[in-house]
């Protein structure tokens, strides 16, 4: 049985996981075809790559903060706490990673609306 239960937790963590990354490019696109409507495809082959680069590492902030944890649910301001704090970490480390790596896109105001 709790062979069992690791293996649906396991499972639910990798469809989270997914869905999180899905998400962040729905939101990527989004973005684009809101800022750059008239060169979407191009603006977004321009950002895949540095974005590709960026979700992952927030997925593993979101994770040391503990927003993957379901237990955290149900504690409103525990919560609402990891979550400000974990934004507040990956915009550092998003406006860090541009600024410190040279790409041919300039999304430090997309940064805001990702």
């Given at each position: 049985?709790?062979?069992?239960?690791?293996?649906?937790?396991?499972?639910i963590?990798?469809?989270?996981i997914?869905g999180?990354?899905?998400?962040?490019?729905i939101?990527l696109?989004?973005?684009?075809f809101?800022?750059?409507?008239h060169?979407?495809?191009?603006?977004?082959?321009?950002h895949l790559?540095?974005?590709?680069?960026?979700?992952?590492?927030?997925?593993i902030?979101?994770?040391?903060t503990g927003?993957s944890?379901?237990?955290?649910?149900h504690?409103?301001?525990?919560?609402i706490?990891?979550?400000?704090?974990?934004?507040?970490?990956?915009?550092?480390?998003?406006?860090?990673f541009?600024?410190?790596?040279?790409?041919?896109i300039?999304p430090?105001?997309?940064?805001?609306f990702?």
């Amino acid at each position: 049985m709790k062979k069992m239960a690791k293996s649906i937790k396991k499972h639910i963590n990798i469809v989270l996981i997914l869905g999180d990354l899905t998400l962040f490019y729905i939101a990527l696109c989004c973005v684009l075809f809101t800022r750059v409507p008239h060169s979407f495809f191009q603006s977004f082959d321009d950002h895949l790559i540095p974005f590709s680069i960026i979700f992952p590492i927030w997925l593993i902030v979101y994770y040391i903060t503990g927003l993957s944890n379901s237990s955290i649910a149900h504690d409103k301001t525990k919560l609402i706490k990891n979550l400000i704090q974990a934004t507040i970490i990956n915009t550092i480390i998003a406006v860090s990673f541009f600024y410190i790596i040279p790409t041919q896109i300039s999304p430090k105001r997309n940064l805001g609306f990702v």
